[in-house]
């Protein structure tokens, strides 16, 4: 079975940091694209990063480069997204999914985590 779980998230103060983690189960990251996509109240969900090995493929969302880091930790089967100078905009719900490759868009992620809440204070 197919599982994604998504832990890390929190409330920081503007300029912090946070490492969220994406532990996967019921396949290995090297088949798959790993996305984190993020949702903000009343905002439709977006793309912030993904990660794909089997494509040697890693993208970000041009609102996070140079700020956040996607990595993967294959002995884990789990992918990080590491956050920092958070800025109250990157307050969300923020998701990992399974896919086939980055560029798929949402409908390509067909697993999906819980979503773990980050809050940014300004």
């Known amino acids: 079975e197919v599982q994604l779980q998504a832990s890390g998230g929190g409330l920081v103060q503007a300029g912090g940091s946070l490492r969220l983690s994406c532990a996967a189960s019921g396949f290995t990251l090297r088949d798959y694209a790993v996305g984190w996509f993020r949702q903000a109240p009343g905002k439709e969900r977006e793309g912030v990063s993904c990660i794909s090995l089997s494509h040697g493929r890693i993208a970000y969302v041009d609102s996070v480069k140079g700020r956040f880091t996607i990595s993967p930790d294959s002995a884990k089967n789990t992918v990080y997204l590491q956050m920092n100078s958070l800025k109250p905009e990157d307050t969300a719900i923020y998701y990992c999914?399974?896919?086939?490759?980055?560029?798929?868009?949402?409908?390509?992620?067909?697993?999906w985590g819980q979503g773990t809440q980050v809050t940014v204070s300004s």
């Open positions: 999914a399974r896919g086939g490759w980055c560029d798929a868009g949402l409908r390509g992620f067909g697993y």
